[in-house]
């Protein structure tokens, strides 16, 4: 069994910045594609940021200039800099992880971060 869970989610004001954090523990041989996606209220889960094992990057548009996803392949771990936040960022955050479990590839997801940003 694969686990992510993410952490560094809170409230913020507009302008302000916040970095979120997800760890992939379990029986993991390897991790492919990761990815941040968020969901506001009344809305669908959306695409934020994906990361491929290499490092390549793509980014949401709105979200471009202003948010920076990394990872360390070493730490089974991914990040989401989140800079000059707008009020329309609020959301919960959900890691997910393309993991490799023995022998087969499967799609995990973290139980949410909640990031809130006051104007």
């Known amino acids: 069994q694969v686990q992510l869970a993410e952490s560094g989610g809170g409230l913020v004001q507009a302008g302000g910045s916040l970095r979120l954090s997800c760890v992939a523990s379990?029986?993991?041989?390897?991790?492919?594609?990761m990815g941040w996606y968020r969901q506001a209220p009344g809305k669908q889960r959306e695409m934020v940021a994906t990361?491929?094992?290499?490092?390549?990057?793509n980014y949401a548009d709105s979200v471009k200039g202003r948010f920076t996803i990394s990872r360390d392949n070493a730490k089974n771990t991914v990040y989401l800099q989140m800079n000059n936040l707008k009020p329309e960022d609020t959301a919960v955050y959900y890691c997910?992880?393309?993991?490799?479990?023995?022998?087969?590839?499967?799609?995990?997801w973290g139980q949410g971060t909640q990031v809130t940003v006051s104007s």
């Open positions: 997910n992880a393309r993991v490799l479990n023995l022998d087969e590839w499967s799609t995990y």
């Open positions: 379990g029986r993991i041989f390897s991790i492919n594609d």
């Open positions: 990361i491929t094992r290499g490092g390549g990057t």
